[in-house]
């Protein structure tokens, strides 16, 4: 079974990859942790199947389970929520050393993971992503928290803690019953690791493609690969800058894709195929888009060429399956919306871009004519 293991010092701890591996579940968490009473978090939309793997392997292992449920939306990735959790895992008198398990996607990682680093100021967290993008993103590097309401707007990840995982274990039989969309929206962050990991599996973005096929055949072997693979990457990028600190380079190389594609995810009426039916966009769709204009801004710096551009733009629309972006505003409307991501930051304008040989960069202050091309290209 792939194992990646996430070498930080005394945080550090093992992503278990796999089909089944839910099945260990108790085994494995009794060997980490003292405490013998599990707070379980679960997205409420799983099959019983699942969730069951997981409270009858506990059972088996000899923890008293807890159970609490989230709904998986944006709104409920709250302080309230928090509040919510916290009182029931208070209610269930959970000591320092007893886990919090996390079971579901990203919102229940972040949600769940928060609950774990700030009840007693902190307990252990075991995070069982079951979404393609939990599996090689959110679930692995540490990152938790909540949005925030302010000034009417709902404001990502702005409440939050760094906080490891004592275990990240990816039951790849999960994926069997997400919606094929989140499935191929997950994909983005696949083809961003592909992107930006240079040598170090410089055939990850080109393999990603030509197994599409496979992929949503749910092949469980390629599953495994691509997950295990694309942890790989994710831990290098992690280990390297655990705090997101390095400024250039580093975690925010992470963000490939996402200054454009955080400004047109909030636009309620785009969808990915033009059919209004299908509007918003997922998170990873707007990536993808996200990933499109990052290639055209870099052909137009002249950092890659013509065809190194097409391959990208190529085989994220493939993946994602994207259609040219007819409902886009004017560039300028996109552009302010960057450029408000930019004035809460606090910081400069800044976007990844690829460079070539599987590598990506930051670049700060690129020309709005440039940025302005690249946000029109989504319409072609
Ligand atoms: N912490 C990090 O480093 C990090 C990184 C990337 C993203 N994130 C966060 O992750 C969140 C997105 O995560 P996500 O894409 O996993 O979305 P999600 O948690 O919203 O799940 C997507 C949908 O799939 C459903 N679902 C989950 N697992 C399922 C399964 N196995 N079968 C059937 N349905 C299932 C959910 O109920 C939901 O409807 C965002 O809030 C984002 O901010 C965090
Ligand atoms: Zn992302």
Redesign the pocket.
Known sequence: MPDVHINLGERSYDVVVGAGVLADLGVRAAALVPGRHAFLIL?????EE?VLAAAASLDAAGFTVTRATV????VE?SLETVKRLLGAVGGARLERRDPVIAL???????VG?FVAASYRRGIPVIQC???L??MV??SV?G??GVNLEIEGGLK??MVGAFWQPRLVLADIN??R???AR?RR??LA?CLKHGLLCGESDGELFDWTIEHLGDIDALNMEVLTELVSRNVHVKAAVVVADEREEAGTGGRALLNLGHTFGHAIEPMKSLSPDGDAKHAPL???EAVGYGMMAAARAARLLGRIDDEAELEIRNGVGEALELRPLGGLPESSVVLDAMQHDKKVSGGRLRLVLPVGGRRCATFDDVDAGVIAAAIDSLRE
């Open positions: 997205d409420d939309k799983l099959p699942t709904t998986a939306l944006e990735k579901g996607g990203g919102i229940t990682g972040d993971g992503p079951t979404t993008l939990s993103d959110a590097g990152k938790t990502k990840n999960t994926l019953s997400l919606p989140e929206a997950g962050e997922l998170h990873g």
